[in-house]
């Protein structure tokens, strides 16, 4: 029984085998934005210093 591999994996695969370049690109973008250190306490302060979401924002007639 053969694996199934979807189009897009197929394609990804052969994208990446014609163009090695690709792979410190990937890895560049993905440090930016996922392998990074979180500060717990900036982020405390960030979640602290936003203001409550109100229930339905769309609702004209709700006052709080």
Known sequence: MALYESD????MREMM???PEW?????R????WWD???DLNEEKSRR???EA???YPYDVNFEQ
């Open 29 to 32: 973008g993905r440090a930016i």
């Open 23 to 27: 792979l410190e690109d990937q890895r």
């Open 53 to 55: 979401a109100r229930p």
């Open 17 to 19: 085998a014609k163009h």
């Open 48 to 50: 602290e210093s936003t």
């Open 36 to 38: 990074r250190k979180v």
């Open 8 to 11: 897009h994996t197929v394609f």
